[in-house]
């Protein structure tokens, strides 16, 4: 069955330090991937997505992620985090078959200390 | 261009009564999705609707229903609401239908049943 695993509830950086979060997924075919992230009483943005290509996608806000079929992995990376990147990320698989419906994990609460 | 517009914001039920929500999607969106969030079980798809019909549903009982509009604004529907029915409950809109389909998301339906 398909599934999305993020290993770490929460991660707590400083301002200005680096961040990589998580995400390994499971899944038979290609996989099409994606990052969202979420904000307090908000909805979710997609911050990035992978269908095929070069491995390593650029995002919104200063974000990428690189995938790694040999780990099943899709990693969200940022070089330096500010204050308003605290929030909730989700990473998110998308099945193939014709139709829409994402698989989410479990998401990561990011804390950003000043 | 107006984002995914989702009402109310929220709802405060009681058990056993039924409640309607609503979704308009992005101008020119066909693909109407819906999710529930919770703490415990986190995000989970419900369903989706396309041309006005349901392509996907996930593991829902038959009490979560759906449908969609010509224009393509869509409504859910949850009938003898569970106090276990407490959720934000989260519309996506894409263009078309299918895996690689980036979504994006309204703010959502806060529902709490009393």
């Known amino acids: 069955a398909q599934s999305v695993t993020q290993p770490d509830i929460h991660i707590t950086v400083s301002e200005g330090a680096s961040l990589e979060l998580r995400c390994n997924y499971s899944?038979?075919?290609?996989?099409?991937l994606f990052w969202y992230v979420q904000s307090p009483g908000q909805g979710l943005q997609l911050l990035l997505k992978?269908?095929?290509?070069?491995?390593l996608v650029q995002g919104i806000k200063g974000f990428e992620a690189e995938f790694k079929r040999s780990q099943s992995s899709f990693n969200l990376r940022k070089p330096s985090v500010h204050w308003s990147d605290a929030a909730e990320y989700f990473c998110?698989?998308?099945?193939?078959?014709?139709?829409?419906?994402?698989?989410f994990g479990a998401g990561t609460r990011l804390a950003v200390h000043p | 261009k107006a984002g995914v517009t989702q009402t109310p914001r929220y709802l405060i039920k009681t058990r056993g009564q039924q409640v309607t929500l609503s979704c308009s999607p992005i101008?020119?969106?066909?693909?109407v999705s819906w999710y529930q969030q919770t703490p415990g079980q986190g995000l989970q798809f419900l369903f989706e609707?396309?041309?006005?019909?349901?392509?996907n549903k996930g593991n829902f009982p038959g009490r979560f229903s759906g449908r969609q509009f010509s224009n393509s604004r869509s409504e859910m529907n949850v009938s003898t609401l569970e106090l276990g029915d407490s959720a934000l409950y989260l519309c996506?809109?894409?263009?078309?239908?299918?895996?690689?389909?980036?979504?994006?998301f309204g703010d959502g339906t806060r529902l709490s049943i009393l």
């Open positions: 609707y396309f041309s006005e019909t349901q392509r």
């Open positions: 996506a809109s894409s263009p078309s239908t299918g895996a690689g389909q980036p979504q994006h």
């Open positions: 101008s020119g969106h066909r693909s």
């Open positions: 899944y038979g075919a290609t996989p099409y």
């Open positions: 998110a698989v998308g099945l193939s078959g014709g139709y829409n419906k994402l698989i």
């Open positions: 992978y269908f095929s290509g070069d491995t």
